[in-house]
């Protein structure tokens, strides 16, 4: 049974259920740690099936607030308030002043930052990476796998990918900690001056394995940001591909208004 709406069509029970236990978790009435109502609680509030409230709870569980335990029903989670991605976050006085991008914006948000290094070395580029360094597919690249937490909890992964001929001279770049101001910082202090970061990003339900990597319910949405890093001689000398958790930011450009 559906209830009609501006344009004349109907919401699904199960999605007008799901809205309001969301609803319940962003105002506070459902806090971090409660207990969502059980199936059987949920039915005699609703009076709907059980079938109703089982399809309702998978619509709860896809918006990223509650994770579900075993035996025990769904908790609402603790998340930490998002923050702001920011364009201003590349900064070259940033880079100079040893503070990477993640960690100049978790400063500012006045939050904890840690990152966990998952994999670095050596791999063959894969054909959509090879086409953005514009090396051969396969040609071997520097592969480096971050996850990321915020107030200890994961929020982003990170895979940055750099042609093998800029990396191989560039000693820090296989270290866990390349140092202040990250691999940006060690690039230009190379000789790899940028001159821009072009980004791209598009939201998405998370895969299986990204969930449980970044403490999510199966499905929960998701953006992947794609990031080509461009020197002042127009190479790209990094490819950077990052999954983030959507419920965890808010994305904040400065447009310049002049041609």
């Known amino acids: 049974m559906g209830t009609a709406v501006g344009d004349g069509r109907a919401v699904p029970r199960y999605v007008q259920i799901a ?3 969301v609803q319940q978790i ?3 009435v459902l806090k971090a740690g409660d207990m969502v109502p059980s199936e059987s609680e949920l039915v005699k509030r609703y009076g709907v099936s059980g079938g109703t409230i089982r399809k309702a709870m998978v619509e709860v569980r896809a918006s990223g607030l509650v994770e579900t335990r075993h035996g025990k029903g769904s908790l609402v989670k603790a998340r930490p308030p998002v923050r702001h991605r920011s364009s201003d976050r590349f900064r070259r006085s940033l880079r100079r002043g040893g503070k990477a991008a993640y960690l100049a914006e978790s400063e500012q948000a006045g939050a904890t930052a840690a990152v966990s290094v998952l994999y670095i070395g050596p791999m063959g580029a894969p054909e959509e990476i090879a086409e953005r360094l514009d090396v051969a597919p396969g040609a071997q690249v520097l592969a480096r796998r971050r996850l990321y937490f ?12 750099l042609p093998w001929d800029v990396v191989k001279d560039i000693p820090e770049l296989f270290a866990e900690n390349p140092g202040g101001g990250g691999i940006y910082a060690r690039l230009e202090d190379h000789g790899h001056v940028f001159a821009e970061f072009i980004e791209t990003l598009q939201a998405r339900p998370a895969a299986k394995a990204e969930a449980s990597e970044l403490k999510l319910s199966a499905g929960a949405p998701v953006v992947h ?8 001689e127009g190479r790209v000398v990094e490819v950077c591909d990052t999954l983030m958790a959507a419920d965890q930011f808010v994305f904040s450009y400065r447009i310049p208004a002049a041609d």
């Not at 915020?150 to 990918?161: D, L, M």
């Not at 940001?225 to 002042?232: G, I, S």
């Open 19 to 21: 809205d309001e236990i």
């Open 26 to 28: 962003r105002a506070g």
């Open 150 to 161: 915020r107030n200890g909890v994961p929020v982003e992964t990170a895979t940055s990918y």
């Open 225 to 232: 940001l794609v990031r080509n890093a461009v020197t002042e």
